[in-house]
């Protein structure tokens, strides 16, 4: 086992070399649904090279995983702490890996209804499904490169799925001015909410595992 500092970070990795079938094998659940990863407290065992990148894709010691159902899988296991990290957790064992900015991506939307009475239902590329609300807000923050809005919304606990590209449009073609002109911030309604199209906090994505 070797240790290192992960540029950029104050986290640090004690890198676990584990081959992706026994990650695979760590994570197959004994049972349908997801699992209560968030009331399993194993002790953390380090990190191991894997990698979600910006775009959503998944890397495990610099090579890409194409298999939609591994992706899936590991997906299921994810959960991001309120150290800022990101860890694969199982009941025995919590592995740090690294996030370069939203775990998921939400790949589809769907808009029904008008007005306050509107509902939008994402889809991810993990196969998640959510409704954006009260408990499952949609964010906005300031891309620094363009100086442009990129917005998340709550999947699930801390895990957030940032919008792709496309999603921001028709966002924008759903939006609308919040108590008409007397106040004019522009956004949009989802379950009963008004999500403020303007940028918050930065991204909470691109941490490491202690």
């Not at 025995?92 to 370069?100: A, P, S």
């Not at 999603?167 to 759903?174: F, S, V």
Request: aromatic fraction near 8%.
């Amino acid at each position: 086992m070797s240790t290192k500092k992960d540029e950029g970070s104050s986290h640090h990795f004690d890198v676990t070399p584990i081959s992706l079938q026994e990650l695979i094998r760590r994570a197959a659940p004994s049972g349908k649904g997801l699992p209560p990863v968030d009331r399993w407290e194993p002790d953390y065992c380090g990190a191991i090279d894997m990698r979600i990148a910006a775009d959503g894709s998944w890397h495990y010691m610099g090579t890409p995983i194409n298999r939609e159902a591994l992706v899936r899988l590991f997906s299921t296991v994810l959960r991001h702490d309120a150290d800022g990290a990101y860890y694969l957790v199982t009941p025995v064992e919590k592995i740090g890996i690294k996030v370069e900015d939203a775990p998921f991506l939400a790949v589809e939307m769907h808009a029904r209804g008008e007005g306050e009475n509107q509902v939008l239902t994402f889809r991810t590329n993990v196969g998640d499904v959510v409704e954006a609300d009260a408990a499952h807000p949609i964010r906005f923050v300031e891309e620094e490169a363009t100086g442009g809005l990129k917005p998340y919304i709550l999947v699930r606990g801390r895990l957030e799925a940032k919008l792709a590209r496309p999603l921001l449009y028709e966002l924008a073609e759903l939006a609308v001015a919040l108590g008409g002109e007397a106040d004019g911030r522009l956004g949009v309604w989802s379950g009963g909410s008004f999500f403020v199209m303007e940028p918050e906090s930065a991204p909470k994505g691109g941490q490491d595992g202690e």
